[in-house]
């Protein structure tokens, strides 16, 4: 069926439509042949409970690779009669370029489930791969080789007092070989520049605004061009003008670089940048609700 359709895009016919547009026409058509059986399939998945993750459209399915998967994630603190369970049975995908917001009460283990995704805490049960590489039981190394291709943005800036800006972002440069000072300053000025931070690359961070902070710390973040962004409340200490306007840069640059973002906030007003908006509630996935397909 779809090979009879395909071949009417006989070379003569999409002689002047480029390779991109040819592609995207036959996805289109694809999707329109499949989607009788991909109606149905949606509806025996949304019969499922609401822990499975969001079932991606078909494009998304055809075109994009999962950079997070996470299956039945549990996570507790402390020992003995003092363990207290944090995390329960999570399982989601984070596609390629996907923004995807975090909400929750307080306590509910957004920060857990973001430092495990980061590799910043040892998976103690469940399967959870970032870019392909399985964290359970992963060792220090494969940890930190996973490390190098996520940005991590904080509430608070995470600054060095006594770096300038320019050479706060080139630190983040420091990981990779085979790039000169001079490359790491130039690549560093330019990322500045496109957070509207040009006219402040000498400056400390004790003289900026908690905005102008949070700028650099998202030209930290992206300057080495990772595949994944975590960004937990970034704008949480910041008015809602700056607020919205860190995050726009933060959409802006991770979309120009193909990457995806998880961004845990509380702030309702930013909601509308995501692709898909989770929800936990008591360590549990209870919501995993798309805004855009
Ligand atoms: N290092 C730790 N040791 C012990 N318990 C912890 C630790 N970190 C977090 N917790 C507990 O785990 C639970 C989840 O914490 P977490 O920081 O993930 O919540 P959160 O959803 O990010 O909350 P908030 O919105 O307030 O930042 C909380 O009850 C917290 O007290
Ligand atoms: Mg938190």
Same mark, same amino acid.
């Given at each position: ?45 949304? $019969? ?123 630190? /983040? ?11 790491? $300053?130039?690549? /560093? ?19 900026? $605004? ?82 855009? /397909?």
């Amino acid at each position: 069926m779809v090979t009879e359709r395909s071949t009417e895009l006989t070379p003569k016919s999409c002689r002047s439509l480029d390779f991109g547009l040819e592609i995207s026409l036959r996805v289109h058509i694809l999707e329109i042949h499949l989607s009788p059986f991909f109606i149905i399939f949606s509806h025996w998945y949304d $019969s499922f409970p609401p822990t499975l993750p969001t079932l991606p459209t078909l494009p998304t399915l055809l075109l994009m690779k999962p950079v997070v998967t996470v299956r039945n994630l549990n996570h507790a603190f402390g020992k003995g009669e003092l363990r207290k369970p944090v995390l329960s049975d999570v399982s989601l995908d984070i596609y390629q370029g996907e923004i995807v917001i975090l909400t929750g009460p307080s306590g509910s283990g957004k920060t857990t489930l973001l430092t495990l995704i980061g590799a910043l805490r040892s998976i103690q049960s469940g399967s959870l791969k970032v870019l392909g590489q399985e964290l359970y039981g992963a060792r220090k190394k494969q940890l930190v080789e996973v490390r190098r291709h996520i940005g991590f943005i904080f509430q608070a800036h995470n600054l060095l007092g006594s770096l300038t800006a320019q050479q706060n972002v080139g630190m /983040s440069l420091r990981l990779q070989q085979n790039i000169s000072v001079a490359e790491r $300053s130039a690549k /560093s000025a330019s990322i500045l520049a496109a957070v509207g931070m040009s006219d402040r690359l000498d400056y400390y961070p004790e003289n900026l $605004s908690g905005g102008q902070k949070q700028r650099i710390a998202i030209a930290r973040a992206l300057v080495s061009e990772p595949q994944l962004l975590l960004a937990d409340e970034p704008t949480a200490a910041l008015d809602s003008k700056s607020g919205r306007d860190v995050v726009e840069i933060m959409q802006q640059l991770a979309q120009e670089q193909g990457c995806a973002i998880l961004l845990v906030t509380h702030d309702n007003r930013i909601l509308d940048i995501a692709d898909r908006i989770l929800h936990m509630e008591d360590g549990c996935l209870a919501r995993d609700t798309a805004l855009r /397909s």
